[in-house]
């Protein structure tokens, strides 16, 4: 029972601090932000030729045409940015694993002549979401179409105002090729944020498995990454004969939530 505490607790504190890696400086709730805000700029862009097609003036419907342009030339700047982000994600928790793998020594702790404990080994890590949690970036009401168009196609929770997490909140025709990807993270409640934190591990969605020291591949997510989960062992010498057991351990954490205001 005391090995197998120690192990679980390693575990804990391994996972925390890859959560820390994922949303360190607020980048998962900037890039929802800036995500939102270009799909709302895309969409009164798009209203904005509409308009400008019923109007006596051509000068006026050419300039909606190229603000339209810039505005999804924006949209997919970002989409790339945030795949950046993800590709950085990915990278900073798999250094940061590989250098705690290489630092794993096997002199381990002899607590007793024939009982010999070795230090934790992590054996796989999966980056994903926490079941039910919604983004941290509202909708702005006063588009009213809009607004009625997210809560139709189940964009948006009616009672939060907030975005549901890990959606690609597609707009109507014929901008509905447009990528709009919007990340889980725990949202500001009342000026307070949400620190990194352990979480149920059935409530974990895997969405990439970024380490197993039995195989070189790893994969990344589609969305941000707001969670981690990570599985180890303690393996002990039980007597002179050098009988091995191996006590396993699993632990998830959320990453910090969302710095701003919904």
Same mark, same amino acid.
């Given at each position: +029972? ?28 900037? +890039? !929802?932000? +800036? ?22 003036? @051509? ?81 702005? @009401? ?25 959606? !690609?909140?597609?707009? @109507? ?31 974990? +969605? ?6 197993? =020291?039995?195989?070189? =591949? ?20 039980? =007597? ?13 954490? !959320?990453?910090?939530?969302?710095? =701003?205001?919904?």
């Amino acid at each position: +029972m005391s090995d197998q505490k120690r192990g679980q607790e390693q575990c804990e504190g391994i996972a925390l601090n890859l959560a820390k890696y994922l949303n360190a400086q607020n980048q998962i709730g900037q +890039m !929802n932000t +800036m995500v939102e805000h270009c799909r709302e700029l895309v969409y009164l862009s798009r209203q904005a030729v509409l308009a400008a097609a019923d109007s006596t003036t @051509p000068a006026y419907s050419i300039l909606a045409n190229q603000l339209l342009e810039e505005a999804k030339e924006s949209s997919l700047l970002v989409d790339k940015e945030r795949h950046n982000q993800i590709d950085i994600a990915v990278a900073n928790c798999r250094d940061s694993i590989l250098t705690l793998c290489k630092a794993k020594t096997n002199s381990g702790y002899q607590i007793l002549p024939w009982f010999f404990e070795d230090k934790l080994s992590i054996h796989q890590v999966w980056l994903g979401s926490i079941k039910g949690n919604l983004s941290n970036i509202g909708d702005a @009401p006063v588009i009213k179409d809009l607004h009625k168009f997210d809560l139709e196609h189940h964009y948006l929770e009616k009672v939060s105002n907030l975005y549901y997490g890990n959606i !690609n909140a597609k707009l @109507p025709e014929p901008d509905a090729k447009l990528p709009f990807y919007l990340s889980a993270l725990p949202a500001r409640v009342e000026n307070t944020d949400s620190p990194e934190r352990l979480a149920n591990s059935q409530a974990f +969605m895997s969405a990439a498995s970024i380490f197993d =020291d039995q195989s070189p =591949d790893f994969s990344k997510p589609e969305q941000l990454p707001e969670a981690v989960q990570v599985a180890g062992s303690i393996r002990i010498i039980t =007597d002179s004969k050098g009988s091995a057991l191996d006590i396993r351990s699993s632990s998830t954490a !959320n990453a910090p939530g969302a710095l =701003d205001n919904p």
